[in-house]
């Protein structure tokens, strides 16, 4: 399971685009809708990052959601994905994806809305 923020333009754009990759025995939730409870995750989780649930219940965020996300796809995204998870590509994905979480109201994404975080 992939949650996502469904407040944010970009985050919703990213996630679509996800979704159009994984199987169906995968879903792509917003946190808005998803039971956090559950899943152990608090509202602050969910604000600060994106969540990877795997099948066997293992939960990863930030960068570590998308490589989680990605290695649930078939064709060239599963080796992309483990690559995110080595050393200093790791290091470097994470600081990628706190710079983008961090600015993702200022990124206008073609067909997405604003994010309305700020």
Known sequence: MLIYDGDCGFCTATARWAERRLSDNYQVVP??????????????????SAWWIGPDGTRWDEHRSIAGALRAMSGPWPTIGQ?????PIS????????????????????????????
């Open 31 to 48: 946190s808005q809708q998803a039971d956090l409870d559950t899943l152990g995750l608090t509202d602050e989780d969910v604000v600060r």
């Open 83 to 87: 690559l995110l998870m080595l050393g």
């Open 91 to 118: 290091w470097l994905a994470r600081a990628m994806y706190r710079l983008v979480a961090n600015n993702r109201y200022r990124i206008r994404w073609p067909g997405a809305a604003k994010c309305s975080r700020q």
